[in-house]
């Protein structure tokens, strides 16, 4: 399984540093008309623009890998498509089916009018996050939001236009088209999913640059798309990540205590000791050491008997190298799987005290720990650049369920070594 690493680093540079243009138009699916003023982007980055008076766009600094390619514009369905660059030759005509309502396949029930002053703040926390830059981090138009509790006791969200987004601690303006929602509130699973387009606050003074470079530097470091990145050329170890298997296994001790009491009628187990001691005489400074061996028997009888109490499974917990649970799909995609869950942990850095604060179990807790389940059994499938395709079939619990919201997010044409 070593290979995929080693095939997908003879790519990578090439990966990161071929670029290319891409151009097209945008019409109507209906009419054929050319549609103006639609938000044209590579999903979570800060590579995008709009269409003009005549529905033509152009996108540049394009990076070699796979992108989902999206456009966007009230009264319109969202168009995503995944793209290969390698792939596209000449033109793009991108064609948008209308919307007359924009909720009506989606809402079945009557909105609740007191929605937001209901539930805004518990949806904020959920989206925005409770992280320390969660106070920092504000959606700018919220009337457009609309949510509420249903009967199933799901709580879904949507809304009619794109979210505008300030995240003044990491310097973006975000522009996020919110396309599923849900809670489930007896399960605890949050489930949502958008198209997000970055545009940059430390553009307008070098001394916001240096201030956001710093503060996306320390959120990077240990992050869901920083572990990503680093898995995809097989470098976990030396980046302080270390993934650990969460399958259970046998009972070792346990099956040893049964075998051991079968054997045994009168229900005593004697632990034969090996005991070595160097002996050197008192009255002879110069002689050679002695080497006394004895043999000790130890009654371990309470020892096993409390093995048989213990379940008949344990934790692995065993260490997984990344090639073993990885494989190469092509030149700048590497996938992952695992039948059992994972645990990854971040060595490099002590756990926020706030996430400390959430619960007794975190307070134990010395670096960030999060679980990977794959509820689908389908591995997910890793670009270069972090992004990952499948977020459905990939379970996410622990530290990065908590910290990998909007406020933290940061876009997948950031690059920590850019200074």
């Known amino acids: ?62 990076p070699s890998e796979k992108f989902r390619l999206i456009a966007s514009s009230i009264g319109y369905e969202t168009y995503v498509e995944l793209i290969d660059p390698k792939k596209i030759a000449g033109e793009l005509i991108i064609s948008l089916k209308t919307r007359p309502d924009q909720l009506s396949n989606i809402v079945l029930v009557p909105d609740d009018p ?9 949806f904020t926390d959920l989206f925005i996050g409770t992280n320390i830059n969660s106070n920092q981090c504000h959606i700018e138009n919220p009337e457009v939001i609309r949510l509420r509790m249903n009967p199933d006791n799901t709580f879904t969200v ?9 995240n003044y601690a990491l310097g973006y303006e975000i522009k996020y088209k919110l396309e599923e929602f849900e809670y489930d509130m007896n399960s605890k699973v949050l489930i949502y999913n958008g198209y997000a387009l970055f545009k940059d606050l430390g553009l307008s003074g070098k001394k916001k640059e240096n201030k956001y470079d710093q503060q996306r530097k320390e959120f990077y470091q240990g992050s869901l798309m920083h572990f990503m990145r680093t898995f995809f050329i097989n ?35 004697l632990d034969t000791l090996k005991y070595e001691a160097t002996i050197i005489p008192p009255d002879c400074l110069n002689c050679e050491p002695m080497i006394q061996k004895e043999m000790r028997a130890l009654d371990s009888t309470d020892y096993f008997r409390k093995k048989l109490l213990e379940p008949d499974s344990v934790i692995s917990h065993q260490i997984i190298p990344a090639d073993s649970i990885g494989f190469a799909v092509d030149s700048v995609t590497a996938g992952m799987y695992f039948t059992d869950s994972l645990e990854v942990s971040y060595k490099l850095k002590p756990i926020p005290n706030k996430y400390k604060a959430l619960s007794k ?34 379970k996410i619990t622990g530290f990065w369920a908590w910290s990998e919201t909007m406020s933290t997010m940061l876009p997948y044409d950031y690059s920590p070594d850019e200074k």
Not at 47 to 60: A, H
Not at 158 to 166: D, G, R, S, Y
């Open 1 to 62: 399984m070593r290979l995929f690493c080693f095939i997908l680093l003879a790519f990578l540079s090439h990966a990161v540093f071929s670029q290319s243009v891409i151009h097209g138009k945008v019409v109507s699916a209906e009419t054929g008309n050319l549609l103006t003023a639609v938000s044209v982007y590579l999903n979570n980055t800060s590579i995008g623009t709009i269409t003009n008076e005549k529905g033509i766009f152009i996108l540049r600094n394009i």
């Open 114 to 122: 007191n929605g937001w002053k209901k539930w805004g703040k518990f």
């Open 361 to 394: 179990e975190h307070k134990q807790e010395i670096y960030p720990v999060s679980q990977f389940v794959f509820v689908n059994r389908k591995p997910i499938y890793i670009s270069a650049n972090g992004y990952y395709f499948g977020p459905h079939d990939l």
């Open 158 to 166: 949507f809304a009619k236009e794109p979210l505008q987004i300030i």
């Open 235 to 269: 470098k976990l170890d030396t980046q302080g990540f270390q993934i650990r298997n969460l399958g259970k296994i046998s009972n070792p001790e346990k099956d040893r205590a049964k075998y051991l009491f079968s054997l045994r009628k009168d229900s005593i187990i």
